[in-house]
């Protein structure tokens, strides 16, 4: 018990280190606890401002939803340049080359900052209209247009947050990724009622203010990761120099990110057109979609945080030269995901009703998020292993088998499937609901086969 308390505090405390030696079980306990911890902390910020804006009105639950599923274009970005990040600093840390690791850092910032500002000025100036073609009625457009704003504008921070995050997690220093998120969370959950409801001489901004807590609280987590790159973590404490465009890196990085960030942008357009059919059937059953999918994710990405750990360990141990030892780490991964998932979804089906009731008192938003919720975690046991295979893939550098397999089960599958239970065959939201555990299931056996085949032993990163 003294050891494993040992060295729990070793996770959290954090040090940068390789997990090219030793215990492989070790090494998935220091990576993952913090990583886990740093998934929880970004899945608050979803449950956080949906549990304050539920109680605002109907019409701001289903600005976020909507709003949401576009900014997850902006989330798989973010998503990508983390990848790539991981993925390059965990090759140049197993290889011993911390130099080329700080250049990539600078490279990684720098790119951040040229996706990012367009995409905030185009969101920014176009929100109202997003809402509008996303299906949104006139007084949901007129609730929620500046929120959209605020939450395009805030997309440079969002971006940077990941791919720092990522950045650390390569290198072994995740404890610092979950320290940043632990700061911005505070914050949100400090900020969010404040300005949502007014407080004192600060007047209630409504939905409004929980996007201004948002962005306030992720640029301050932003900020401390900055700062810990540059004063603290001694293994990156990279200098102003790095920041100098190095294109050898930023063609390599911009290779692996675009696949990254092409397989999420994948996935995270099937929610798009999911929630769009969605809003056919009227705001209350978006408001229960929404509330069910922060539910989910708030399980889901403590979940990734062991899956995270499997791909620093296969970006490591492949640049050390050692193949086997991460394809171990892989199937030790997989397997303690499997557990935790398979636990939580029988928690999650027996108390679906008071888990969104506690979100929300309207009956059709419950029957709706029950349903969703019920549905959705009857795939957590493939969900465990998807996660950590494709996760395991883009630590290897290998982003683009991820892509093919998400753009075969979530456009080819998914979305149809969807369309036809909801529409043809009439079924309502619940055929929405059935479409995803189906795809899932089957991007997990596809990446279980394609992962069994070792092509991603040999990619160069």
């Not at 809402?131 to 805030?154: H, N, R, W, Y």
């Not at 696949?259 to 769009?276: D, E, N």
């Not at 969807?418 to 795809?439: D, T």
Request: glycine share 10%.
């Amino acid at each position: 018990m003294k050891k494993w308390l040992q060295l729990l505090r070793q996770a959290l405390s954090g040090s940068e280190e390789s997990f090219t030696d030793g215990s492989i079980n070790r090494a998935i306990f220091l990576l993952s606890v913090p990583m886990i911890m740093e998934m929880v902390m970004e899945s608050l910020f979803a449950v956080v401002d949906i549990f304050f804006v539920s109680k605002v009105s109907i019409e701001a639950v289903a600005t976020v939803g909507l709003t949401e599923s576009v900014i997850t274009l902006v989330y798989s970005v973010a998503i990508g340049l983390s990848t790539a990040a991981t993925a390059t600093i965990a090759r140049r840390i197993g290889e011993g080359n911390t130099t080329q690791a700080r250049v990539a850092i600078g490279q990684v910032i720098l790119i951040s900052l040229a996706i990012s500002l367009p995409i905030a000025l185009a969101g920014f100036l176009f929100a109202g209209d997003v809402l509008s073609i996303m299906g949104a009625d006139p007084k949901v457009i007129e609730t929620g247009t500046i929120f959209a704003q605020i939450q395009f504008l805030s997309a440079p921070v969002v971006i940077l947050l990941y791919s720092l995050s990522g950045a650390l997690r390569g290198a072994g220093a995740a404890a610092t990724a979950m320290r940043s998120l632990i700061i911005a969370n505070v914050l949100n959950m400090i900020l969010g009622p404040t300005l949502i409801f007014g407080f004192g001489f600060i007047p209630a901004f409504g939905v409004t203010g929980a996007a201004i807590a948002t962005a306030l609280g992720r640029s301050i987590g932003v900020g401390y990761q900055l700062y810990s790159l540059t004063r603290v973590n001694k293994a990156l404490a990279f200098v102003w120099a790095d920041l100098k465009p190095h294109k050898e890196t930023i063609v390599s990085m911009v290779k692996v990110a675009a696949g990254g960030t092409g397989q999420f942008l994948v996935s995270s357009a099937s929610w798009i057109f999911l929630t769009r059919i969605l809003a056919e059937f009227g705001s209350d059953v978006v408001a229960g979609y929404t509330i069910a999918i922060r539910v989910i994710m708030f399980t889901l990405l403590p979940a990734w945080g062991l899956a995270n750990a499997a791909a620093t360990l296969v970006g490591q141990n492949l640049g050390a030269g050692k193949p086997e030892r991460a394809e171990i780490s892989v199937w030790k991964c997989a397997s303690y995901n499997l557990f935790f998932l398979l636990g939580l979804s029988i928690l999650m089906f027996v108390g679906a009703e008071s888990i969104i009731g506690w979100f929300s008192p309207n009956v059709e938003v419950i029957h709706t998020g029950k349903l969703a919720l019920r549905v959705l975690c009857l795939g957590y046991g493939f969900y465990a292993y998807s996660m950590v295979i494709i996760q395991s893939l883009n630590g290897a550098g290998d982003t683009k088998t991820p892509t093919v397999l998400n753009l075969i089960c979530f456009w080819l599958l998914e979305i149809p499937l969807a369309y036809v239970l909801a529409i043809f065959f009439a079924l309502g939201p619940i055929g929405v609901f059935i479409s995803v555990p189906v795809a899932e299931s089957i991007l997990a056996l596809l990446g279980i086969w394609r992962f069994r085949l070792g092509k991603w032993k040999t990619v160069k990163v």
